[in-house]
């Protein structure tokens, strides 16, 4: 098994044992996120297994009420307006950053980084503390800032690696030939490039529409998002409501996850 | 050949022509970093400014501190002292302001708040002398030098004692530090229990993730690629709803005791949820991802030939293991490793809804602070130190892997 | 030094690109491009010919626009165009790696640079048509440069860089990725295309023979500098220095003393104590060490009969390769441990390894270099 002829049978036995624990791992990675499924159908209120009765009861809650649907309403409002942001402004620092005369690469680039590094409760609580002044706290656009700064570093990464591979002689040739440098990057650079920008966008999308502490801290009633929600729900108390929003999550984040391979996918088939 | 001025004229040359590319470079990362500097940088600039700010005292009784000015210290203060206190302590009650000065001095002096409190509605009820006597008669603390030192020591806007408070270090009357009451000394503890959480989930990522990299880079591409998908969805999926399914999972009626159980392991049901066992079991699997993904773009780097050339040269399989290629992995651990870590320090969700009261973590006695105790300064203060923890460490990580060298998935 | 022939002002061709003392550096200690004066004249195919790191390239995109001189200028037509940029400058360029955009149809991309100078419609169309005709990819127009093989992008590429009828087009070792059969065919092509066209090319490359095949005259760069320029023929039969000698074509360069003169022949002592006669050359006096350059076609083997009085040497052959066609021989004389010496085939009958055998060459075939 994956392993040469010239094996020892001690050498098999080694790699039968890795090979278990390596399954073994796996299925700690991914088993755990599929039992919020059959706990959402399940007819029972509380979370036992093997599942008396399959129903439908707790989806039907979450889209009951305004509560829950107001929640993804504001998430996919917040998600859309912080990806368009930093898909922008992460992708214009991309294209300068990954240019041989940018100065003072390293610096900048771990300051790109770092919203990614610094720890979310110390953004939230200084969000708090500084869009409050501005009166921008409970408000939609402070949440949708702060989020933005939050998922620019994962724009500014993907794109920088898809810049990487990006042959700076197409951008020569197009100027050669006339092109303005908006001409170059619209109908030459940006085609070569979007399925990176895409995945960029995506995984802020993802960022934002995930993300609880700063939105904690700094939203209101009126621009509760879905995580939000969820966590106040889990704390104080835990209901099967929950596990139907959990698995709509699941759902949706192996559909973003998928989105994200395909586009990878092409910008190889693409080389 | 050149002489010292020209190439002089020449750096300068070399300088201008390069101007123009550089400008355009930068000017296209100028929006991003201005949009950072305002949303990003000057919320943790004001947090590490709240961790210092000290307000209450110059704006409630700015005579008083003036009047302490001359104090030397030792004896009671003169009446004039206790004159403009009481005068500034009745403008106080009428502008609702005492309270506040009363809880900022209650967190360096006990008692603080309802002694001034009740000094100011005294004062404002009967604003008359002489007004040390009435102080005392009020509460004789009133007379303790030290209480007064307490006072003068906050006549300046900024302090250092939140700072100090986060770390269990408090300053004497006389200006010295000191630890605190050893039944006090919680932060160093909740710091120390942070990095030891945090060590403990990089340790077993890195147990649990090596030889998952390693099989990854091995395997025929089809069982590779179920392999990363493995590895990638939990990275995608929500980590609410991880940490949901961790919430169930450990629940003393939930699967795993089921199983433990079944499998006769345990006779009893084990508290597992809001437990040291399920914040780090939960903590492990969300960063196990991380953890993998640089072992094993670096592992994927190293070319199979090398242990085919290290058997050939005699070497058996695990001295060729250890010697040739798992020096070539330390790049990934040491990037993988220091990640986990790093995210590990900041984490506040998990313990929150799966921690029990001793898994609390610094991020969330910030919280805590914050919302339950309003206390900003001491929260702003902690959030100073879990920064500098984490800066220090994204440091290590810059100097010995690089900002570039991050990539997603 | 100045091995730069300067061309004369008022002279017909009259210029279309002049470098006038053009030096770019990166840091500021180090020049990738030193003391740089050179003339491209209207209509003329010049090739800047060096190894790799000699400044060529740089000199290149100093010229297309993607580089600054540090100090100097650059004019084009008259005009100094250090600060036009690349999109202002209506030059062609064609990229070693031709730089076709991936996402095109190769119709698209010939119909781009058209685009940027608003020329749409009919008149874009017919001009792609003849682009594509002129290069024989009439039928290629909707694939996608990935459908192409490497010699047929390269004819896209060159047909866009051509399209919008530039004064000037440059090549940056086009050629470099095509094996050696269609890099030939597309060297006739090329030069073809720019004589009927009657435009000026400026090319690079490191190829010396494509250099000698396509060039009306070539800049041979090294460290920076060009230390000739000249026509093909006359870089060959009159390196100015040990550099230029040493890099286009094979060569003997035998180390020297100058004894004496006589009669317009210099006397070269060689290291080995033969002596040699060569005319002579500027700059050289008796009692200077010189280099001595042979080319290993010029000399034969035995005493060859001809008019020219000749310079006879003896060695001793080390080895003997077959070539078909000729022979090369490695041979011990004139101080060099392998002197190199190519005969054709049919005259290298009865010669052994180890033999002493006596070479001989013409006078005017063995040529100083005092540089």
Redesign the interface.
């Known amino acids: 098994m994956w392993l040469p002829s010239y094996a020892t049978p001690g050498e098999r036995a080694g790699r039968i044992a890795v090979l278990v624990f390596v399954v073994a791992v796996l299925a700690f990675l991914v088993a755990p996120l599929f039992v919020v499924v059959p706990l959402s159908f399940s007819n029972d209120p509380f979370f036992t297994f093997p599942v008396p009765k399959y129903s439908m009861r707790w989806y039907e809650d979450f889209f009951a009420g305004n509560r829950w649907t107001d929640g993804v309403l504001n998430s996919f409002l917040t998600a859309s307006l912080t990806t368009v942001l930093a898909t922008v402004l992460g992708t214009m620092a991309s294209l300068g950053i990954t240019r041989p005369d940018f100065p003072w690469r390293k610096p900048v680039m771990a300051l790109l980084i770092s919203p990614m590094i610094v720890p979310i409760v110390i953004v939230a609580v200084g969000g708090y503390l500084f869009f409050g002044r501005l009166g921008l706290t409970n408000t939609r656009l402070g949440l949708v800032l702060a989020h933005t700064a939050l998922a620019v570093p994962f724009v500014v990464i993907t794109v920088t690696a898809t810049l990487s591979t990006y042959d700076a002689n197409l951008t020569r040739a197009a100027q050669s030939l006339g092109a303005t440098p908006l001409v170059v990057f619209f109908r030459v650079t940006l085609p070569s490039i979007l399925p990176g920008v895409a995945s960029g966008a995506v995984f802020a999308f993802a960022t934002s529409f995930d993300e609880v502490v700063v939105a904690l801290f700094l939203t209101g009633a009126e621009q509760r998002t879905l995580p939000v929600q969820m966590f106040s729900g889990i704390r104080d108390q835990i209901n099967p409501t929950i596990m139907a929003a959990a698995s709509m999550l699941l759902v949706f984040s192996t559909a973003l996850f998928l989105a994200v391979g395909w586009l990878s996918n092409r910008s190889r088939a693409a080389k | 050949m050149d002489t010292t001025l020209e ?1 002089i004229k ?2 300068i ?2 300088r ?3 101007r ?3 400008r ?10 201005v ?2 500097i305002v ?6 600039v ?2 590490l400014f ?1 961790a210092v700010n000290n307000p209450e005292p110059q704006a409630v009784i700015p005579q008083t501190l003036a009047a302490l000015e001359r104090w030397d210290g030792k004896a009671m203060p003169e009446e004039a002292v206790f004159a403009a206190l009481a005068k500034e302590l009745a403008q106080a009650q009428q502008d609702r302001t005492a309270a506040l000065l009363g809880k900022r001095f209650n967190y360096e002096v006990p008692g603080m708040r309802s002694r001034v409190v009740s000094a100011a509605r005294m004062a404002l009820a009967n604003p008359t002398g002489p007004y040390r006597e009435r102080f005392l008669a009020l509460d004789a603390e009133w007379g303790s030098p030290a209480l007064w030192a307490v006072v003068k020591r906050n006549a300046g806007t900024l302090t250092p004692y939140y700072l100090l408070n986060a770390i269990d270090l408090q300053q004497e009357p006389d200006g010295s530090l000191q630890r605190v009451e050893a039944d006090q000394r919680v932060f160093m503890t909740i710091l120390g229990r942070t990095l030891f959480v945090a060590f403990t989930v990089t340790f077993l990522t890195l147990v ?2 090596y ?2 990299a ?2 990854l880079t ?3 591409s089809g069982v590779a690629r179920i ?1 990363m998908l ?5 990275l ?14 450990l ?1 003393t ?3 795993i005791n ?1 199983a433990l159980l079944a499998l006769g392991f345990t006779d009893h049901r084990l508290q597992l949820i809001f437990s040291r066992f399920g914040t780090v079991a939960a903590m492990t ?1 969300i960063q ?2 991380f953890t993998i993904l640089p072992i094993y773009s670096v592992m994927k780097s190293i070319p199979p030939t090398q242990l ?1 050339a290290a ?1 050939s040269l005699g070497a ?3 001295s060729s293991f250890w010697k040739i290629y798992a020096p070539q992995t330390v790049p990934g651990v040491m990037a993988g490793g220091l990640i986990t870590f ?2 590990s ?2 984490y ?2 998990t313990p ?2 799966v921690g029990g009261p001793g898994d609390q973590m ?3 006695f ?2 805590i602070y ?1 919302n339950r105790d309003l206390n ?1 300064g001491l ?2 203060a902690l ?1 100073v130190i ?2 500098t923890v ?1 800066i220090a460490i ?1 440091l290590v990580f ?1 100097r010995l892997v ?3 060298k ?4 | 030094m100045n091995l730069v022939h300067q061309t004369p002002i008022n002279t017909t061709p009259p210029d279309l690109v002049r470098f006038e003392g053009v030096r770019k550096s990166y840091d500021g200690i180090h020049f990738v491009v030193d003391d740089l004066n050179l003339s491209v004249r209207k209509g003329e195919f010049l090739t800047m010919l060096g190894p790799s790191g000699s400044g060529k390239t740089t000199t290149l995109m100093m010229l297309g626009g993607f580089e600054r001189p540090t100090l100097g200028h650059i004019l084009l037509d008259g005009r100094p165009v250090e600060r036009l940029p690349p999109e202002k400058r209506n030059i062609g360029f064609v990229f070693q790696n031709y730089a076709l955009f991936p996402h095109m149809t190769v119709a698209e991309n010939i119909a781009f640079p058209l685009q940027c100078r608003k020329i749409t419609g009919a008149a874009a169309e017919t001009k792609v048509k003849a682009a594509l005709e002129r290069v024989q990819l009439g039928a290629f127009g909707n694939r996608k440069p990935v459908q192409l093989s490497g010699g047929q992008q390269q004819r896209v590429a060159l047909a866009r860089a051509l399209v919008f009828e530039p004064s000037l087009v440059l090549m940056d070792e086009p050629l470099g990725a095509l094996d050696k059969q269609l890099r030939e065919h597309m060297q006739v092509e090329i030069k073809h295309l720019q004589q009927s066209l009657g435009i000026t090319m400026v090319y690079v490359t490191h190829d010396q023979s494509e250099a000698l095949t396509m060039s009306d005259r070539i800049a041979v760069f090294h460290d920076g500098r060009i230390q000739q320029l000249d026509g093909p023929r006359r870089l060959y039969d009159c390196p100015s220095n040990r550099f230029v000698a040493g890099f286009i074509g094979e060569s003997n360069l035998v180390d020297g003393l100058i004894d004496g003169f006589e009669g317009g022949e210099a006397i070269v002592r060689a290291p080995d104590g033969a002596v040699l006669r060569a005319p002579a050359v500027e700059g050289a006096k008796a009692g200077m060490k010189v280099t001595v350059l042979i080319r290993p076609e010029r000399m034969a083997v035995h005493n060859a009969d001809g008019p020219e009085r000749q310079n006879i040497v003896r060695g001793l052959i080390r080895e003997i390769f077959f070539l078909g066609d000729h022979l090369r021989l490695s041979i011990a004389a004139l101080g060099l441990d392998e002197l190199l010496v190519r005969i054709p085939a049919a005259q290298g009958e009865g010669l052994v390894a180890n033999a002493e055998v006596e070479l001989a060459f013409a006078i005017s075939d063995a040529r100083i270099l005092t540089a």
């Open positions: 190439k020449i750096l040359a070399v201008e022509a390069a123009p590319a550089r355009a470079a930068f000017s296209l990362a100028l929006p991003l970093l949009f950072l949303t990003f940088v000057a919320p943790i004001l947090l709240t649990l993730g030889p998952v390693y099989m091995i395997a025929p392999m493995c590895v990638l969805l939990p995608w999926t929500s980590l609410l709803v991880r940490t949901t399914a961790w919430v169930v999972l629940q009626d939930g699967v089921d699997h196990l991802p085919r058997r058996g399989p695990l790093i995210l320090l900041g506040y969700i929150a809804l610094v991020s969330n910030i919280s914050i900003w929260a702003s959030g879990l920064l984490t994204y810059l690089g900002a570039e991050l990539r997603m998935g």
